[in-house]
């Protein structure tokens, strides 16, 4: 069983930076790549990032390209999302998501998933 925990959520001003953590809890979290997806209010999910198990892979769709870096800390079974400059187009509810092998922008793909973190930025 995987547990994923979110954190580092909040309110920020556009332009203002926030990063997420994402711990988990699982046997071997090397086994699992690892990704990031928002829903705003009255949207469907979407995603955002992926990386793989080594963290040398990454995807990112286009709308945060250049603004978000993922990583992740396989000692702390933890990954981050570093979000910079960011717009306030980029509130939602950020949840992160787990699935064995390879990365995917495939949401229905992903096994495990947290609760969700609120990001909110203002204008």
């Known amino acids: 069983q995987v547990q994923l925990v979110e954190s580092g959520g909040g309110l920020v001003q556009a332009g203002g930076s926030l990063r997420l953590s994402c711990a988990a809890s699982?046997?071997?979290?090397?086994?699992?790549?690892m990704a990031w997806f928002r829903q705003a209010p009255g949207k469907e999910r979407e995603f955002v990032v992926a990386?793989?198990?080594?963290?040398?892979?990454?995807d990112y769709a286009d709308s945060v390209k250049g603004r978000f870096t993922i990583s992740r800390d396989n000692a702390k079974n933890t990954v981050y999302l570093q979000m910079n400059s960011l717009k306030p187009e980029d509130t939602a509810v950020y949840y992160c998501?787990?699935?064995?092998?390879?990365?995917?922008?495939?949401?229905?793909?992903?096994?495990?998933w947290g609760q969700g973190t609120q990001v909110t930025v203002s204008s």
């Open positions: 998501a787990a699935r064995w092998g390879v990365t995917s922008r495939y949401s229905p793909s992903y096994n495990y």
């Open positions: 699982v046997g071997t979290f090397t086994n699992y790549a």
């Open positions: 990386i793989n198990w080594s963290g040398f892979t990454t």
